[in-house]
């Protein structure tokens, strides 16, 4: 299966994906968050074991963690350089990915995000389409550039149910749709059709 690193926030939604990445048994290299780490350490980069975290979505998974530091990214590319990943992916990453990282991906870049782009870009976009009262939500899985979530679209996937879901159902039910889309993605057989944005239907 190909080999990838997750680049997480500090969210539920992150840990739930992270929770069902496992579930599908996933080949996840390492796990990158924005920050510092929970000990104090001197250097830009801290590279820790998954068990060292405590959390349950991370008890069953045996890879480093990645602390990336304001600045780090020097330090961040030597250590993502040795994995030798196929795909990065992130979900609620607190940071732009430069390109010079990006390219350290064998395949691709991807970004996982809970709208149907081009609508609700930017950050926190649940709070805004619960907000706004819509109806038509979804998730969305692009390629990442240069540009806040604008990437052209590898796939996406209708989720009306979202909704009317209660809160503390959303998360993983978010999370569950991005994996197997993501399992789907990976797959040697799966042949994206890119979809450009249309930059005319954008929102934030």
């Known amino acids: 299966m190909p080999a990838m690193v997750i680049f997480a926030g500090c969210t539920g939604l992150s840990e739930q994906f992270i ?59 030597q250590a993502l350089g040795k994995l030798g990943a196929n795909y990065f992916v992130s979900i609620c990453f607190l940071r732009m990915i430069p390109e010079k990282i990006r390219r ?15 609508a609700y870009r930017g950050p926190h976009p649940l709070f805004w389409q619960f907000k706004h009262a819509e109806t038509n939500m979804g998730v969305s899985v692009h390629l990442m550039t240069d540009r806040l979530d604008s990437g052209a679209i590898v796939l ?9 879901m209660p809160a503390d159902r959303l998360d993983s039910a978010l999370s569950a749709t991005a994996v197997s889309m993501l399992v789907q993605i990976i797959k040697p057989a799966f042949k994206p059709e890119l979809l450009p944005q249309n930059e005319q239907g954008a929102s934030y």
């Open 156 to 164: 996406q996937q209708r989720m009306p149910e979202l909704r009317l």
């Open 19 to 77: 929770a069902h990445a496992v579930k599908y048994k996933l080949n996840i290299k390492a796990i990158a968050y924005s920050g510092y780490p929970p000990a104090a350490n001197t250097g830009k980069i801290a590279i820790q074991t998954a068990q060292q975290n405590g959390s349950p979505s991370l008890a069953n998974l045996n890879c480093p963690r990645l602390w990336i530091k304001p600045h780090g990214w020097r330090e961040a590319e």
């Open 104 to 118: 350290l991906a064998h395949i691709a870049c991807l970004n996982v995000h809970p709208s149907l782009l081009p």
